[in-house]
């Protein structure tokens, strides 16, 4: 088995990788100024999606350009993100280098759908694919791909706690080479229910002393977790942007999530901002809890929440994910200053960071790999794949981080 590294490689971002030149695992953006793709002019036989983010499907509708007509296999749960995810590319970036297909090509998507479920065996490109749930997402898939000859395990992004929103990953299926994702390999998170107790807590208090809690969000999955732990701990809540989309699609596939129902009585807990006459700023005056994209503080309806509450000491903003380097989220954090419409604001509004990471930490990477101590170990899509192999390396296993672009022949 010949797997090619497009993207991924020691980055967080473009995941895509190609399996004897005929199947295409993943096609991502890396989001960035301008954007980066994967590396590379794969014309596949098909398309096999792991999950819904933007930096595993992000460019998938590219890849329909011309008469290419892949198939695209994905659980439904990511066939829906990625048309949500696409739809808005569109609309914040069509016709841009941002954006490297059309309308057209979301369309076309509908012509090479595929759905299947978890551990439901099928064929694309002559191999044999069974998903198997990674707990990341809803929907997010763990990919095992058989060629007759070798079987290989690809992790994607995946977490091995239970989460409120997710199951985390059971799922040890035998496989001979595995490409493991490495985001928080050199990360430990703090207890969960520590970490939740906590964001309740600074929320209640804040909302007693008169003040408003915004929380930045990722619309997928993040925001659904949160508006879980709002209903749990009996916070009254709003939700806007992107999330209330997918909050709706998600409730239409409980069987990928760890409780239907419960998510049903968070919905109706919440409740949904259209932004319609200064609905944003009405709110924003109001002792209450704001869920909303984006997850970084870099665009979405967060721009309306936050400067209407950074002048005031008693308000707060509660980042509830990674903060990548160079985003509004990081540089609050750093510097008590954040972007906003334009310019550079100080904000007086105490800033924290929660960690609601939906990927495994160092030891559940270390938890997770210890099923496959005799098989060959591929380490990608982190930043630090090269150190975390060397890891694995002296403690016995077959371990390596390949470069981007490079073929390893397992």
Not at 20 to 26: F, G, H, S
Not at 145 to 157: F, M, S
Not at 232 to 245: K, Q
């Given at each position: 088995m010949d797997v090619q590294f497009l993207g991924g490689a020691g980055e967080v971002g473009r995941s895509a990788i190609l399996v004897?030149?005929?199947?295409?695992?993943?096609y991502g953006i890396l989001t960035a100024t301008p954007p980066q793709y994967p590396v590379g002019d794969p014309d596949p036989e098909a398309v096999v999606v792991s999950h819904g983010h933007l930096d595993h499907v992000g460019a998938v509708p590219a890849l329909l350009s011309g008469s290419s007509r892949p198939e695209i296999h994905w659980t439904p749960p990511t066939a829906e993100l990625a048309r949500i995810l696409a739809r808005d590319t569109l609309k914040l970036h069509g016709g841009t280098m941002q954006c490297p297909f059309t309308e057209t090509h979301v369309a076309r998507m509908g012509e090479v759908d595929h759905r299947h479920g978890y551990r439901e065996s099928f064929e694309a490109a002559g191999h044999e694919i069974t998903f198997y749930n990674a707990g990341h997402i809803p929907g997010s898939a763990h990919v095992l791909?058989?060629?007759?000859?070798?079987?290989?395990?690809?992790?994607?992004?995946f977490h091995t706690d239970d989460t409120r929103l997710l199951n985390g990953t059971t799922a040890r299926p035998d496989a001979d080479v595995v490409i493991c994702e490495s985001t928080y390999a050199d990360v430990r998170h703090d207890d969960r229910d520590a970490v939740e107790s906590r964001f309740a807590e600074t929320a209640r208090t804040t909302m007693w002393e008169g003040g408003t809690v915004v929380v930045p969000a990722f619309a997928i999955g993040r925001t659904q977790e949160l508006l879980l732990v709002?209903?749990?701990?009996?916070?009254?809540?709003?939700?806007?942007?992107?999330?209330?989309?997918?909050?709706?699609?998600c409730r239409q596939y409980p069987e990928f999530l760890r409780d239907g129902d419960a998510l049903g009585r968070a919905a109706r807990h919440a409740r949904e901002v259209t932004g319609r006459d200064g609905q944003r700023k009405r709110i924003a005056d109001q002792n209450t809890v704001i869920v909303t994209t984006s997850g970084m503080l870099s665009g979405g309806p967060a721009m309306t929440y936050i400067p209407e509450i950074r002048t005031d000491p008693i308000n707060r903003i509660s980042l509830t994910g990674y903060q990548v380097e160079g985003t509004p989220g990081r540089e609050l954090l750093e510097t008590g200053r954040c972007e906003l419409n334009g310019g550079i604001y100080p904000v007086s509004a105490k800033a924290d960071l929660f960690d609601f990471s939906a990927h495994a930490d160092h030891d559940g990477l270390r938890e997770f790999l210890g099923a496959y101590e005799g098989s060959t170990v591929l380490v990608n899509h982190g930043d630090s794949c090269a150190a975390f192999a060397e890891e694995l390396r002296a403690d016995g296993y077959e371990a390596q981080a390949p470069d981007l672009g490079k073929t390893v022949e397992c």
């Open positions: 004897n030149d005929r199947l295409l695992l993943d791909v058989d060629d007759g000859e070798t079987r290989l395990l690809y992790t994607a992004d709002c209903e749990a701990h009996d916070l009254e809540c709003y939700v806007d942007g992107m999330g209330t989309e997918v909050l709706s699609m």
